[in-house]
């Protein structure tokens, strides 16, 4: 790949997120794929990016973080409305998480608080939105909060667990990327998570 650079230890981790987009496309080499995506094609671009991104994520992961932020939230709260803004949010799980953590903290699902959750990556920001999940994702959270939070699908959606509405409703989902020079984004804001 002439004039880009990929670490070796890289190269396989690479090849194999991006040889399905070579294949989608009926091409031969790397250079025709790169061509491609450099010649404009807006879409390729967006798919391009969304094959290399790495969407780790679970409901709660790093659970020490939020009692920190019930107590933040509370803290510096009701009654102004405070935004979070979930920097990268994946499909969903920590943007919940940090709504779920709200409505806890002020005992309501309509708490003075609104999470704006982005990513780069458009695939996972549709799986946000849906909010619908295989089941074994909740399976380690607290069968009240389970309760209270998600609906259990049945016939065609068994299996799965749907974030319930008025939860839903505290979150927004946008495309952003943090490279980017300037993010249109409002503050002001109480940041949360990483892009790692
Ligand atoms: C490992 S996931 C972490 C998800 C969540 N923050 C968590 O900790 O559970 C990293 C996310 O960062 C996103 N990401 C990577 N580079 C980004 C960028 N430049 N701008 C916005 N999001 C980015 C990826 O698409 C991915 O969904």
Redesign the pocket.
């Known amino acids: 790949m002439p004039g880009y650079r990929c670490p070796p230890a890289k190269r396989d981790l690479v090849y194999s997120r991006l040889v399905r987009r070579l294949r989608a496309h009926d091409l031969a080499s790397f250079d025709a794929y790169l061509d491609r995506v450099e010649q404009g094609d807006g879409q390729e671009w967006q798919a391009f990016?969304?094959a290399l991104?790495?969407?780790?994520?679970?409901f709660f992961?790093?659970t020490h973080h939020f009692p920190l932020l019930a107590a933040h939230l509370l803290r510096s709260g009701a009654p102004r409305s405070q935004t979070v803004w979930?920097?990268?949010?994946?499909?969903g799980?920590?943007a919940y998480s940090i709504a779920m953590t709200a409505v806890e903290a002020f005992g309501s699902f309509t708490p003075p608080v609104r999470i704006l959750a982005?990513?780069?990556?458009t695939g996972?920001l549709e799986t946000a939105r849906e909010g619908v999940y295989p089941a074994d994702r909740v399976e380690q959270l607290d069968p009240a909060r389970l309760r209270r939070f998600f609906l259990r699908g049945s016939g065609a959606r068994a299996g799965q667990v749907r974030v319930r509405e008025d939860l839903r409703s505290l979150v927004s989902f946008r495309r952003?990327?943090?490279?980017e020079q300037s993010w249109p984004v409002r503050g002001p804001l109480t940041r949360s998570?990483?892009?790692?």
């Open positions: 990016t969304n991104t790495t969407n780790l994520t679970a992961r790093e979930c920097t990268a949010s994946s499909t799980e920590e982005t990513d780069v990556d996972v952003v990327n943090l490279l998570s990483a892009a790692t």
